[in-house]
């Protein structure tokens, strides 16, 4: 970030076209008021001692936020500051209204440039003339979903059909909810529920609401093209509408103005709730001050691929990027999105699952974000997997945008629904919207910038995560691997192989579990002597020998002292890609492949006497394309090793 400086504004005007900080300032926040430039604490001079030394009782100084907007003093229901926290200070009664905010964008192509419906929740009091910063809840579940049918997962990598005329002997064993549109539709309304709280606790506080339907979704006009650069100067536009810098209609067309906001405006949501904000905020569009993405997508590609391979979302086995554009096509004119739909079903690429344009124009970059991100993830979340948000938070602290990582051992959830964690994450999301939309120096910033919830329900808190003491250990695979080989931190023993035979209609639970199968390669280290922390992203390295290209599937377990193991991450990498995400390679039968295959990073404990294992597999029923059974994969023990990193506890 560029270094911070203190902007003087002219007393004739802020350049903003703010009003003039003239007073004191009378709220109970501390007596020493910090400069605030970039949104941090620049020195601890009082407002007072500034005004006097300005020789005329008002201050010059404007106190600019992240995104460059000033501060400025209420003049009416001054706000009260207790622990850094905005309390309750207005009555809690509400005006509700509705806008189409313009925008630059004409995702249809039908000639009308898109327009955005926001639905605005705003305190009473902004009609007797306070101001209010606003709270972003944006959403393409808004309209609820639109029927789609999966792609068929019953087939060969490279999409053909199975050889066999009756592919049932592949069908998926019966699953605890086997309809991924109504897992779908529950997740859709999860996400809509998990919002409510922030309306219900931040009106009386002094905030607006603003509900804005994403491209293409409910009110809003366009298509839902799904990350791309339209959808994110779509709703940038409703920020700037909200900043004073695009205009609104109503619903007789009349224009709209947002006059009751202070320009200072902030988004949460989870999953594609959680998505927008991202997007938004790799624009910096000015005004855009605070975010807080939970389980947010970063890149789609990583959302619907691994390493080459098409792979799902947990429980949407077959949805893909054209599945997801017509299930989200809920506005009046879904029929106007038929030819991009049409264009994402070619440029996916589901019969080689590789990299290209059309996922590059679907990947989130924070280089040019300023907004402070509040972010959280579960670490068991396999539908938005947690390097969505872990590689996000790590960019925004090395370009130096004040950002908080939250992990908790669950899955996609907001933190808010955690009993361990509701009364703290409150708390935090509380003190995030004070520092950065009300500019009240709380402290924040300084605050460790990693939570990660214990299995006891403590909260950990450290300077960053990985952490910083975690230490590269690698384990060798040895031993017979049908039955139970070995790992160890010594290169010694490494001889032989294990040779396995795909079936796709086998759980990777059943295959960690076993003691001896014909459809893995399993190895295990010795007992552990103290307990140990994986904080980060494991890593395997195998070699392979194909009868044809086939799924690769690794697993990094714990095993118990009974034999049984856990799942802690999951991998999955395609031979075809061994070089490239971008160019498929023709594998050919016998031939030698060394592959490196990245888990999902984990914040996990592995108690003492339990044992670290790996399992090779090839499809993997939750997540792959399901093959015919037969293809058979050799694993070479002197090419194969697992590298975690661990922290002795």
């Known amino acids: 970030m560029k270094k911070n400086t203190i902007k003087k504004i002219a007393k004739e005007k802020s350049v903003y076209n703010k009003r003039r900080m003239s007073g004191p300032l009378l709220v109970a926040f501390s007596a020493a008021w910090p400069f605030i430039v970039g949104g941090q604490a620049y020195a601890s001079a009082s407002l007072a001692n500034q005004q006097a030394a300005d020789g005329d009782g008002a201050s010059d100084v404007m106190y600019l936020s992240p995104s460059g907007v000033p501060y400025e003093i209420p003049e009416k229901f001054l706000p009260f500051i207790k622990d850094g926290q905005i309390q309750a200070f207005l009555s809690g009664n509400r005006i509700t209204t509705e806008a189409w905010v313009n925008t630059p964008v004409d995702s249809d192509g039908d000639g009308q440039k898109d327009r955005i419906h926001v639905k605005i929740v705003r305190p009473v009091e902004t009609d007797q003339g306070t101001r209010t910063p606003v709270i972003v809840l944006a959403s393409p579940y808004n309209a609820g979903l639109a029927y789609s049918p999966n792609h068929n997962v019953n087939i060969e990598l490279d999409s053909s059909p199975h050889a066999e005329a009756d592919s049932q002997s592949l069908a998926q064993p019966a699953l605890e909810n086997p309809n991924p549109m ?323 209609r086998i759980p990777a639970e059943r295959l960690a579990d076993a003691q001896s199968d014909a459809h893995r390669g399993r190895f295990d280290s010795p007992p552990l002597r103290q307990a140990m922390r994986i904080s980060g992203a494991a890593r395997a390295t195998v070699r392979l020998t194909f009868s044809k290209a086939a799924n690769v599937t690794a697993l990094l377990v714990e095993r118990l002292p009974d034999g049984s193991g856990r799942i802690i991450s999951r991998a999955w990498a395609d031979p075809r890609n061994r070089h490239s995400l971008r160019h498929s390679e023709r594998v050919e039968s016998g031939v030698p492949y060394d592959m490196t295959l990245m888990f999902m990073p984990r914040d996990y404990v592995i108690e003492a006497g339990h044992r670290i294992g790996l399992v090779v597999m090839s499809s993997d029923n939750d997540y792959t394309l399901l093959p015919m059974a037969g293809t058979q994969l050799t694993l070479d023990n002197a090419g194969t090793s697992l590298t975690v990193p661990l922290v002795k506890l």
Request: hydrophobic share 40%.
């Open 182 to 504: 109504q897992r779908l539709k529950a997740d859709a309304e999860s996400a809509v529920r998990a919002r409510a709280w922030i309306d219900q606790y931040f009106l009386s506080r002094g905030f607006t609401i603003v509900y804005a339907d994403s491209l293409g979704t409910a009110g809003s006009s366009g298509c839902p093209t799904i990350m791309t650069q339209d959808e994110s100067i779509a709703m940038a536009s409703v920020i700037k509408w909200l900043g004073g810098s695009e205009t609104a209609v109503d619903a007789a067309g009349r224009p709209i103005a947002a006059d009751w906001s202070t320009g200072h405006i902030g988004m949460y949501g989870v999953s594609y709730d959680g998505t927008l904000p991202k997007m938004v905020a790799s624009l910096a569009p000015r005004g855009l001050d605070a975010i807080v993405p939970i389980a947010g997508v970063t890149n789609l590609y990583g959302y619907y691929r691994s390493g080459g391979l098409v792979r799902a979302p947990e429980g949407y086995q077959g949805e893909d990027v054209d599945i997801y554009m017509k299930i989200l096509s809920t506005n009046a004119h879904p029929e106007r999105c038929t030819h991009l739909i049409d264009e994402a079903s070619r440029a996916q690429d589901r019969a080689t699952g590789d990299y290209s344009d059309f996922w590059a124009q679907r990947e989130i970059t924070p280089q040019r974000a300023v907004a402070p991100a509040l972010i959280a993830q579960g670490l068991t979340d396999d539908n938005v997997k947690v390097d969505q948000s872990t590689l996000w938070y790590q960019a925004m602290r090395d370009q130096g945008v004040p950002t908080q990582l939250w992990l908790h051992p669950w899955a996609h959830k907001d933190p808010i629904h955690l009993f361990t964690m509701t009364d703290a994450w409150v708390t935090q999301v509380n003190r995030w919207f004070t520092r950065y939309l009300l500019g009240v120096p709380n402290g924040v910033e300084t605050e460790p910038s990693s939570v990660i919830e214990q299995r006891d329900g403590t909260l950990l808190k450290e300077a960053s995560w990985p952490a910083v003491n975690a230490e590269w250990l690698t384990f060798y695979a040895g031993g017979d691997g049908a039955t139970a080989g070995t790992l160890s931190t010594e290169q010694v023993s490494r001889g032989g192989s294990v040779t396995f035979i795909d079936d796709a």
